[in-house]
């Protein structure tokens, strides 16, 4: 375990492509000999340290630049239980040190190129571009100290490259008017009901059809999941396109498990081509908790923060990441999903904000079975602004079983369903449905009096057919 990184490093350091000159294989062999012991590095090749409070998130299994992701339980990972989170120990280290502000900004994916190579020698060449009297003598530039000078000149330029260009202020959408149907209703200030369809195991449509148009007249927009829990299905991408066709309106989810920068990009475009608007970008599941046999863990290209990024700058600015400039640039609307009882609120807001800064106009939250329990993160997120940067939805869901509801409340991260949720449904034998039908209403009726909730996202959990009774009662 290294010295200022409290977690074991489960993957070895990279090693550079090709072969690199005598010089700058020295620099990487003492830079990898003095930071492999006391940060864990790994020689990513473009070091974050100084914004994640001296701990190298590169523990981090996903590889999350950006985290922490949906999975933290108590503060540990849930791709493996017996490991701190990583970005978690960032939070709470940046909390002590008072750097939190620090979490927001949005940082670069790896530049591979630059991976298994050395940074102090960019470090240098910084310094010289800038002039090192300019740095060195801060006297002379009125009101600023060296470590400003440094931060602005050398850290800055590294930690950015002019490929990305991140930074922690929220970018207003630069486009006229709402990009889809599910965006305009939001804009309406009407209280907006979204729904899950899971894509099918076959390739047949016509159970999905049928979901599709039974759902279709109650709400405003169906979400179609993408390999959720790491298992393959009929993609996000196909089903939104059958919804599309149906006269539905779609949120294609895309999870940065599945796709690389590349992938992402050319999904979006193609997705909108065909008439999706809405994206919800999702880390995803760890291939951990999905079947075997295993496939590689060690795959995030892009977290989500970064896929949200990527795609509004395609929308607002018009250029691919690697700069070209796309001539008809995508209608999106775009959206992220939050988790507001995974740890402690502040925290979580952060992560919320950072997401909208990125570019989300939207959030998901996962299953909220206690509606009070939301106000004090309602509370940090309107102290912030966020309510009316990006339109807030609640996830709820009717519990189809008892065995379902205390799988949640047990394995799931950042779900609880209360203990007199639990007793109702126990007490409620024959009437188990009625009874959990109910309590959906009840909770849909409590988030619509909340300020700061623009609508509720129902996860039916494989119950379809209790969605219209449930919007029915719920809007009466
Ligand atoms: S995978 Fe998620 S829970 Fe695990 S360390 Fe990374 S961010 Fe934390």
Redesign the pocket.
């Known amino acids: 375990m290294a010295l200022f990184t409290p977690l074991r490093r489960w993957q070895p350091a990279f090693r550079p492509f090709g072969r690199l000159p005598v010089g700058w294989r020295l620099l990487a062999f003492v830079e990898r000999a003095v930071k492999g012991p006391l940060f864990g590095c790994r020689m990513c090749g473009n070091c974050l340290l100084q914004e994640t409070a001296f701990i190298c998130h590169m ?4 590889g ?1 630049r950006n ?7 108590n503060g ?5 239980p017996t ?6 120990l960032i939070y709470e280290r940046s909390e002590r040190m008072h750097r939190e502000k620090k979490l927001l900004e949005v940082l670069p994916p790896v530049d591979w190129d630059r991976a298994g190579g050395e940074t102090w020698a960019e470090v240098i060449r910084k310094v010289r571009e800038a002039g090192p009297g300019n740095i060195f003598l801060p006297s002379r530039r009125r009101g600023m100290s060296m470590g400003a000078v440094l931060e602005e000149k050398v850290f800055r330029p590294i930690r950015q490259p002019d490929w990305w260009q991140g930074d922690a202020e929220y970018h207003p959408p630069a486009v006229d008017g709402p990009q889809s149907e599910l965006e305009k209703e939001l804009r309406s200030g009407r209280f907006v009901i979204t729904t899950e369809v899971m894509p099918p195991l076959g390739a047949a449509t016509d159970r999905l059809t049928e979901k599709i148009n039974l759902v279709k007249p109650y709400v405003t927009a169906i979400n179609f999941t993408d390999g959720s829990s790491a298992v393959s299905r009929m993609s996000s991408a196909a089903c939104s396109a059958v919804a599309v066709s149906l006269g539905a309106e779609p949120v294609m989810q895309i999870s940065a498990r599945d796709n690389n920068r590349n992938s992402l990009q050319s999904q979006a475009i193609g997705a909108n081509a065909l008439g999706v608007r809405n994206i919800l970008c999702l ?1 995803g599941d ?1 291939p951990r908790v999905g079947l075997k046999p295993r496939g590689n863990l060690n795959i995030i290209d892009v977290d989500s923060v970064q896929m949200l990024w990527i795609l509004r700058r395609m929308r607002d600015e018009g250029v691919y990441l690697d700069g070209r400039e796309i001539k008809n640039r995508p209608r999106l609307f775009l959206g992220a999903a939050a988790a507001p009882l995974l740890q402690k609120p502040e925290l979580q807001v952060l992560r919320d904000m950072k997401k909208v800064n990125a570019g989300a106009q939207f959030l998901q939250t996962n299953l909220v079975f206690d509606p009070d329990s939301l106000d004090p993160w309602l509370e940090s997120l309107r102290r912030e602004g966020v309510p009316e940067r990006a339109f807030v939805l609640i996830g709820v869901s009717p519990l189809k079983s008892l065995r379902l509801a205390r799988y949640l409340n047990d394995n799931i991260p950042g779900v609880t369903i209360p203990d007199r949720t639990m007793r109702r449904l126990a007490d409620a034998g024959d009437g188990f449905a009625e009874e959990s039908i109910r309590i959906t209403v009840e909770n849909i009726r409590r988030l619509r009096e909340k300020s700061g909730v623009h609508g509720v996202h129902i996860m039916p959990l494989g119950w379809e057919s209790a969605v219209p009774r449930i919007i029915e009662q719920a809007m009466a």
Not at 59 to 62: E, I, R
Not at 67 to 73: L, T
């Open positions: 523990a981090c299994p996903k999350i985290g922490p992701c949906g999975g933290v339980k540990y990972c849930y791709v493996d490991r701190k989170c990583a970005w978690y880390s760890s």
